[in-house]
Structures are given as C-alpha cells and as structure tokens.
Antibody, heavy 120, light 111 residues
Framework: QITLKESGPTLVKPTQTLTLTCTFS??????????VGWIRQPPGRALEWLALIYWDDDKRYSPSLKSRLSITKDASKYQVVLTMTDIGPVDTATYYC????????????WGPGTLVTVSS | QSALTQPPSASGSPGQSVTISCTGT?????????VSWYQQHPGKVPKLMIY???KRPSGVSDRFSGSKSDNTASLTISGLQTEDEADYYC???????????FGGGTKLTVL
C-alpha cells in the first residue's frame, strides 16, 4: 500500500526559505522509473506542479519557479525534501507530494497535503 | 493563468452526460498522449480518474472516459451521480523539462 505524507512549517515569514519533507512508504525510490513530485494549490485555486525527482536522482522543475526550488531525496529514509527560497504571500498554498509510477507521466497516489501560510 | 484552459464550470442533471474540455497547445496536449484527469472534492486530495488520455485506473467507474483531438482533451462523465459533483483538473506532460502542466479546473455541479 503506497502512502505519502508531507510535513513542515505551517507558518513562514516572507523572504524565508521553506523546507518541506515528504515521507513515503509502500515503494522504493531506488526502483527504476519511479518518481516523487510536489504539487501545490493556493486556497480556492488550481493545482500547480512544482518539481519531480526520479529514482536515478534526475530532477525536473517548473520553469516558472526553477530558480527558487530544490528537490532532493534520501531513498534509504524514504524521504523527499523540497526547498523553496524567497517565500512570499503568493506561495501560501497546500503543498502535496505524490507518487509517479514507473515510466509514466501522472501521479497516482497523493499525500494529504500540508497548508503553508506565508505571513509576517 | 494556468497553462491548460478549462471551462470554469459545468453542470448536468443526474443521469445525464457532461463533457469537460481541456485545451492546450502542440507542446503539451497536442504533442503527447499523456493527458490525465483528477477529481477533487472540497477539502480533499486530488484523485486520478484518467491517465494517458483514456485509460482508467483500477477502481474508477467506467462512467468516466477520456479522449483527445489535436490540442484539446475531453473528460466525459456519463450517468451523472450526485457524488460526481467536484472540481476536475486536467494535466498534460509538456516535455522533458516540464513534467506536468495543469488546467485551471472545472467545477462540476450536479443539479
């Protein structure tokens, strides 16, 4: 059974760096073709893909946010970490991590999400 | 502004069919057969309903179907039920450096 769960601060001050951790089970990020991605959703708004890390440590970022994002993995700990620099109020959103099945282009299992509010 | 264009709302009566469109470009929807659709009830996590344009994950009702023509993908829900009332988001692969682009979402109301 695949599960994922996001963790991190619920309140962040503007200009700070946000660090979110995705802890997962039921699959290995050492398995060829597997990936874990991050998606966010501002309150009342649409989903936005942020980043994806593959089993081989290849990484992909949203072109519009690439300069502010970093994604890393610790396969042995079953964790993926997303950092976002220079946070602002527009980054207030629910952040989800999700499982990307082997050699596919969609997310089939999602974490429950964590709401991050950016405010001074 | 989302990369893919969806109508903000759609509606139908129980038992009817409704189709939601998702328009992109030749760089995303039109360029790959990697369109997926997600259903999201208020306050809930998105759920995968369709992948690779028209495939259904195990457990998803066959009332949900997907198709694509040129740069526009469509999600059709037949035999509408009250529990289908939700937001629906399309997504498409957009190339090696842009794994996923999403639509702005369509709020489906079952009258």
């Amino acid at each position: 059974q695949i599960t994922l769960k996001e963790s991190g601060p619920t309140l962040v001050k503007p200009t700070q760096t946000l660090t979110l951790t995705c802890t997962f089970s039921g699959f290995s990020l050492s398995t060829h073709g597997v990936g874990v991605g991050w998606i966010r959703q501002p309150p009342g708004r649409a989903l936005e893909w942020l980043a994806l890390i593959y089993w081989d440590d290849d990484k992909r970022y949203s072109p519009s946010l690439k300069s502010r994002l970093s994604i890393t993995k610790d396969a042995s700990k079953y964790q993926v970490v997303l950092t976002m620099t220079d946070i602002g109020p527009v980054d207030t959103a629910t952040y989800y991590c999700a499982h990307r099945p082997i050699y596919t282009h969609f997310f089939d299992y999602w974490g429950p999400g964590t709401l991050v509010t950016v405010s001074s | 502004q989302s990369a893919l264009t969806q109508p903000p709302s759609a509606s139908g009566s129980p038992g009817q069919s409704v189709t939601i469109s998702c328009t992109g470009t030749s760089s995303d929807v039109g360029g790959y057969n990697y369109v997926s659709w997600y259903q999201q009830h208020p306050g809930k996590v998105p759920k995968l309903m369709i992948y690779e344009v028209s495939k259904r994950p195990s457990g998803v009702s066959d009332r949900f179907s997907g198709s694509k023509s040129d740069n526009t993908a469509s999600l059709t829900i037949s035999g509408l039920q009250t529990e289908d009332e939700a937001d629906y988001y399309c997504s498409s692969y957009a190339g090696i450096n842009n794994f996923a682009v999403f639509g702005g979402g369509t709020k489906l109301t079952v009258l």
